[in-house]
């Protein structure tokens, strides 16, 4: 009996692996069932295996079990169902199952359930709305069990029958409630995320985790400070501003750097508070003791130039004016190009929290005085670092600020002045140079449009005016007959991880849906729980949200 606590589910990608598929490939469909003429070399390369996905099951460096995923029309089963749409309920994307093998000597419920489940957990990830299958007729029950419906004629030769059969979205859902052997029996909170829609921590590329997990060197080590220096440098162009510092720590403490550096200009500043996040520069620069007023706009409208040009002239001796881009509890984009116009014109130092919208949508740092991100959000690292960018007339701390929070003795120090992880670093680098940021751009752009389209049918309203929506933040402000924590933990539940937990989501009945790192685009599923919820509204919280 295998140990089933050794298994490794996963997706094929080395040679021995394929090797091994391409034996029990011939083992089933050769051997076993006779599809395919014998071979002297005992193996089958399947026709269509440039195209495969292939999820396999391991013990160490054996093979035990597999199935193939392909996507790419004509499917195996057009060949041998003529209008093979004719016999499906409408879809969108279609992806078909084939080579289901298990070992004969390791055929149990485990391996073949762990097979299934990440297949199925591919085909949701992959936004497919129907799955279909060519099920042997030795195992059509068992298919039926898993949720497969059976359709049309049998096919294949008399020897080797089978059953096309398809599963459907809806089925799918319901079925990865109820299923035995679709159910997680680990519990695992991370085998259930299939979708990270949080603002953080966001889902991360396999390149960076790789990096992060590699040895560490020092950060006096010659070939890292070059390294660091030339990311430096080649971000801060990105960008378009003149400096960045990397520190060991989080966002608060980037813009805790920042409110120290006001701290050192003569004159007056605006803050501008327009969500959770403004309120938190309130906060920081209470704390820094600096001499500010604020200006307030309702969370889900941004500030109109009018409204602020009267605060410039109420306001003597400004010098500076502290705003957040995107303020991600609302989901609005500050207009940056407006603020930086302003700026300009009455001769004020414009300070910048771009800790959601860097790596998320296009950001300009020119002019800026001082800016700040993180290593996670929208850049798509681990969290961990917080960095600080500037222009180069930023005034010095001579020494009057502590040592940590001093830019320019960063500056002085080639930007590596104390100890840093450069495990973290490197993932950080990592991030920013694997991904072609205006494509992502784009593509998350498209994705919000879809998702507030879908929004607006099922009558749930987005926080955000039109005219100020971020293009990566979504703020469903759900109606009194919805509960932001019960939607947002049946979700999470259903592997879908979106923002509701924080005390202003919770207090206002908020949920978010953010698009940041390694997300992916939002499948059927998404749409089917908000209807669900939507449909129950009003109902006792403890009724299950699952179709009868």
């Known amino acids: 009996m295998t140990d089933t606590s050794s298994l490794t589910f996963k997706v094929a990608s080395e040679e021995w692996e394929f090797e091994q598929i391409h034996e029990l490939n011939y083992q089933t469909f050769v051997e076993e069932i006779p599809q395919h003429e014998e071979n002297a070399r005992g193996r089958l390369v399947d026709k269509f295996h440039q195209e495969n996905t292939y999820v396999i099951c391991l013990n160490g460096e054996d093979l035990l079990g597999m199935i ?24 969108k994307s279609i992806l078909e199952y084939r080579l289901l093998a298990v070992r004969k000597e390791n055929r149990n419920t485990a391996i073949f359930a762990g097979i299934m489940k990440k297949a199925f957990y591919m085909a949701l990830q992959g936004g497919y709305d129907i799955a279909v299958i060519s099920g042997t007729t030795r195992q059509e029950r068992l298919y039926r069990h898993l949720g497969f419906q059976p359709f049309g004629p049998l096919v294949g030769p008399g020897d080797a029958l089978y059953q096309p059969m398809y599963i459907d979205l809806a089925s799918a859902l319901r079925l990865k409630q109820k299923s035995q052997v679709l159910h997680s029996s680990r519990g695992a909170e991370g085998e259930q995320v299939l979708f990270n829609y949080l603002p953080g921590p966001v889902a991360v590329a396999n390149a960076v985790l790789e990096v992060n997990s590699g040895r560490p060197i020092s950060h006096r080590n010659t070939s890292f400070v070059e390294r660091v220096t030339a990311f430096r440098k080649m971000l801060s162009n990105k960008l378009n501003t003149d400096q960045v510092q990397i520190m060991a720590g989080s966002g608060t403490l980037a813009n805790d750097v920042v409110a120290a550096h006001l701290a050192l200009l003569s004159g007056k500043g605006l803050v501008l508070v327009n969500g959770e996040f403004g309120e938190r520069l309130r906060d920081h620069a209470l704390r820094a003791e600096l001499d500010f007023i604020a200006v307030e706009a309702e969370w889900g409208q941004t500030f109109s130039r009018e409204a602020l040009e009267a605060a410039l002239r109420d306001t003597p001796r400004l010098a500076w004016v502290w705003a957040v881009h995107c303020e991600t509890s609302t989901g609005v984009l500050n207009n940056l190009e407006m603020l930086r116009r302003l700026c300009r014109e009455h001769r004020l130092r414009l300070c910048l929290d771009a800790i959601s919208s860097i790596g998320s949508c296009p950001v300009d740092l020119h002019e800026v005085y001082l800016a700040t991100a993180t290593s996670g959000k929208g850049i798509g690292s681990l969290p961990g670092l917080a960095l600080v960018f500037s222009r180069d007339d930023l005034v010095s701390g001579e020494q009057r600020l ?39 751009f784009e593509k998350v752009r498209q994705w919000s449009e879809e998702l507030r389209d879908e929004l607006e049918v099922l009558g749930l309203p987005v926080l955000a005016d039109k005219q100020c929506r971020a293009p990566h933040v979504t703020t469903i402000a759900l109606p009194p007959s919805l509960s932001s924590q019960t939607l947002g933990d049946h979700l999470a539940a259903e592997g879908i991880l979106v923002s509701y937990r924080s005390e202003y989501l919770l ?16 499948t059927g599923m998404m749409s089917y729980f908000l209807r669900k919820a939507v449909e129950n509204a009003g109902a006792d919280p403890s009724v299950s949200m699952e179709e009868d």
């Not at 960063?410 to 002045?417: A, D, M």
């Open 68 to 91: 193939a995923l392909r996507d790419k029309r004509p499917l195996s089963l057009d060949a041998k169902l003529e209008d093979l749409d004719s016999y499906l309920p409408p879809f």
């Open 402 to 440: 502590s040592r940590y929070f001093d830019l320019s003795y960063y500056e002085s120090k080639q930007g590596i002045p104390f100890t840093i992880s450069s495990n973290a670093v490197e993932a950080l680098i990592t991030a920013v140079e694997k991904g072609n940021w205006l494509t992502h």
């Open 507 to 522: 207090a206002r009945n908020y949920i978010q849906v953010c698009f940041m790192g390694e997300c992916q685009r939002p």
